[in-house]
């Protein structure tokens, strides 16, 4: 009797802890308000749209740092989509660093403007590896594999720029003659392309390419030092130079003052910056190009954006151009925006553009009147 009370007691203690166990698991799985939000934030946690920004340098142009972080920054802020925008400063180990912190720390999607396209390719590799899709901004990286590409038509914006200095040496009464090209650096697909647009442009109007050299980097520095070896070795006799951004009109502009021949040979330059504007407006530059970056920013941002929430058919639906990737032959998904050229007479579309201020660019009396007679104000 005594045997059979006990193995009913340790009966009735196991069914019971059985029956704790059983309810308390069922209290884990059991569906209500709090616990159904906290598995649903967690899951949120986990899959929460980030995107990562990788810019190249501030040293090539102002836009990196003065436009694009600030345009696309209050893009994703609008979104209320987290970002984390970070610049390389012409550093290729120093972009790989960062884009590996950004994957680690749970970028849904990285948007890249390359520094050259072995090193971009590797972080496109990876971030593929790791499902994180990539956006090439700016500038495509060649074989790298990338799912989109914003930029302008680069061959357009050569084109704008050859068909500009095309102009203005006609408005100096030259209508064939040597011409010099000073191109972006080497190792920027974009270079190329807008060497093809401003060559053709040039070579297609009767002129002919008499010097023809790349700027490593785009270095500023650099474009004044091999301008000028240019320069001495044609004995200065060009109709006009093409060059291929602001950064280098400017090195060309200078080494042209030095000779005192800035109202002979005229130059041209790209992306409409403070100091490009105000030689545009003083005649040291004959032009530049207005890539409407803030346009730009916002046609990656919303991909971005609609990648970074897992929504691929309307990330598809926004990239509507295409362009070849010349190692691989593929074709990118890409939205593709137009360029302007900018004379003295419609510097003031820029600023009514809001890309930059009539304050900035109207910043001397002798500016201030040119901005005044060329209705920027």
Same mark, same amino acid.
């Given at each position: 009797?005594?045997?059979?009370?006990?193995?009913?007691?340790?009966?009735?203690?196991?069914?019971?802890?059985?029956?704790?166990?059983?309810?308390?698991?069922?209290?884990?799985?059991?569906?209500?308000?709090?616990?159904?939000?906290?598995?649903?934030?967690?899951?949120?946690?986990?899959?929460?749209? $980030?995107?990562?920004?990788?810019?190249?340098?501030?040293?090539?142009?102002?836009?990196?740092?003065?436009?694009?972080?600030?345009?696309?920054?209050?893009?994703?802020?609008?979104?209320?989509?987290?970002?984390?925008?970070?610049?390389?400063?012409?550093?290729?180990?120093?972009?790989?660093?960062?884009?590996?912190?950004? *994957?680690?720390?749970?970028?849904?999607?990285?948007?890249?403007?390359?520094?050259?396209?072995?090193?971009?390719?590797?972080?496109? $590799?990876?971030? %593929?590896?790791?499902?994180?899709?990539?956006?090439?901004?700016?500038?495509?990286?060649?074989? !790298?594999?990338?799912?989109?590409?914003?930029?302008?038509?680069?061959?357009?914006?050569?084109?704008?720029?050859?068909?500009?200095?095309?102009?203005?040496? !006609?408005?100096? !009464?030259?209508?064939?003659?040597?011409?010099?090209?000073?191109?972006?650096?080497?190792?920027?697909?974009?270079?190329?392309?807008?060497?093809?647009?401003?060559?053709?442009?040039?070579?297609?109007?009767?002129?002919?390419?008499?010097?023809?050299?790349?700027?490593?980097?785009?270095?500023?520095?650099?474009?004044?030092?091999?301008?000028?070896?240019?320069?001495?070795?044609?004995?200065?006799?060009?109709?006009?130079?093409?060059?291929?951004?602001?950064?280098?009109? !400017?090195?060309?502009?200078?080494?042209?003052?030095?000779?005192?021949?800035?109202?002979?040979?005229?130059?041209?330059?790209?992306?409409?910056?403070?100091?490009?504007?105000?030689?545009?407006?003083?005649?040291?530059? @004959?032009? %530049?190009?207005?890539?409407?970056? $803030?346009?730009?920013?916002?046609?990656?941002?919303?991909?971005?954006?609609?990648?970074?929430?897992?929504?691929?058919?309307?990330?598809?639906?926004?990239?509507?151009?295409?362009?070849?990737?010349?190692?691989?032959?593929?074709?990118?998904?890409?939205? *593709?925006?137009?360029?302007?050229?900018?004379?003295?007479?419609?510097?003031?579309?820029?600023?009514?553009?809001?890309?930059?201020?009539?304050?900035?660019?109207?910043?001397?009396?002798?500016?201030?009147?040119? @901005?005044?007679?060329?209705?920027?104000?």
């Amino acid at each position: 009797m005594k045997h059979k009370l006990s193995t009913r007691v340790a009966a009735a203690v196991i069914t019971g802890a059985l029956a704790f166990t059983v309810a308390a698991c069922g209290s884990d799985d059991e569906p209500s308000s709090n616990s159904g939000s906290s598995g649903s934030s967690e899951t949120k946690t986990e899959t929460k749209a $980030k995107v990562g920004v990788i810019l190249p340098d501030t040293a090539s142009s102002a836009r990196w740092e003065n436009a694009d972080r600030k345009f696309l920054g209050e893009a994703f802020e609008a979104a209320g989509v987290e970002s984390d925008i970070q610049n390389a400063q012409g550093d290729k180990a120093k972009f790989s660093t960062i884009a590996d912190q950004m *994957l680690s720390g749970g970028a849904t999607v990285l948007l890249i403007v390359n520094l050259d396209s072995p090193s971009a390719a590797a972080v496109i $590799k990876k971030a %593929t590896q790791q499902g994180v899709p990539v956006i090439d901004y700016d500038r495509l990286t060649l074989g !790298g594999g990338a799912s989109y590409y914003v930029s302008f038509d680069n061959v357009a914006v050569g084109t704008k720029i050859g068909e500009g200095l095309v102009k203005c040496m !006609g408005d100096n !009464g030259k209508s064939s003659g040597p011409v010099a090209l000073l191109n972006g650096s080497p190792t920027d697909n974009n270079a190329t392309l807008f060497k093809q647009g401003y060559e053709k442009a040039i070579t297609g109007a009767g002129y002919t390419v008499a010097a023809d050299q790349s700027v490593p980097d785009w270095d500023n520095t650099k474009a004044g030092t091999i301008f000028e070896q240019m320069f001495t070795k044609a004995k200065g006799d060009f109709v006009g130079v093409a060059a291929a951004n602001d950064g280098l009109g !400017g090195a060309v502009a200078s080494v042209l003052k030095r000779n005192g021949q800035s109202d002979d040979i005229p130059t041209t330059g790209q992306d409409a910056t403070d100091e490009g504007l105000q030689r545009v407006l003083l005649g040291s530059q @004959c032009m %530049t190009v207005y890539k409407a970056i $803030k346009k730009e920013a916002d046609a990656a941002s919303k991909l971005a954006i609609a990648l970074a929430k897992g929504d691929k058919a309307g990330a598809d639906a926004l990239a509507t151009g295409s362009v070849e990737d010349t190692e691989t032959k593929q074709q990118v998904k890409s939205v *593709l925006l137009e360029p302007q050229a900018i004379f003295p007479e419609n510097v003031k579309d820029v600023i009514a553009d809001g890309f930059t201020t009539a304050d900035a660019v109207c910043s001397t009396a002798a500016l201030k009147k040119a @901005c005044e007679t060329n209705g920027v104000g």
